[in-house]
């Protein structure tokens, strides 16, 4: 196996951290050469392959409205807790959204104390506020938000 040396790590580690930095972290796919194989590693969010349609839309007019989303309101202390626009980047407007919860994306408002998650949605066609919700710790776990019509 060929040794690499520093500037052709270098170059690709640059890039990759200057596409971390400046990308959204949703939108992120980085192709990062391998040097001496001809191959690249894949980096960039994950898709879940078992059910890689959940999150469609189904066009009706239920479609989920966020209204809110907190992440670690139970731990005490003055935090921010709001990651409302994580939730609305990835539901907004779907008929149907499985959201997992992953500290990594949100941050940690408290580390040390496991968060619950707890979100606030309506649904389109005019009916009442809706709750999705996951104990603590909840990152790693999955809330449901769904309009479609019963």
């Known amino acids: 196996m060929a040794q690499a040396s520093i500037k052709e790590i270098v170059g690709p580690l640059l890039a990759v951290l200057l596409l971390a930095a400046c990308a959204s972290p949703a939108a992120a796919q980085i192709s990062i050469p391998v040097p001496g194989t001809g191959g690249s590693i894949q980096i960039g969010p994950q898709q879940d392959q078992r ?6 839309y189904y066009g ?35 008929d149907y959204c499985v959201y997992r ?9 408290r580390p040390g104390c496991a968060k619950d998650y707890q979100a606030r949605y309506l649904c389109r066609d005019g009916g009442n506020e809706r709750y999705a919700s996951a104990s603590p710790e909840a990152s790693g776990q999955s809330v449901v938000l769904d309009c479609r019509r019963q």
């Open 101 to 109: 919860i992953d500290h990594r994306q949100l941050g940690d408002p």
């Open 60 to 94: 009706g007019a239920a479609s989920i409205r966020v209204l809110g989303a907190v992440y670690g309101r139970n731990c005490v202390g003055q935090t921010n807790t709001n990651v409302t626009n994580d939730l609305a980047r990835q539901c907004q407007g779907r």
């Open 51 to 56: 059910n890689p349609d959940q999150n469609r």
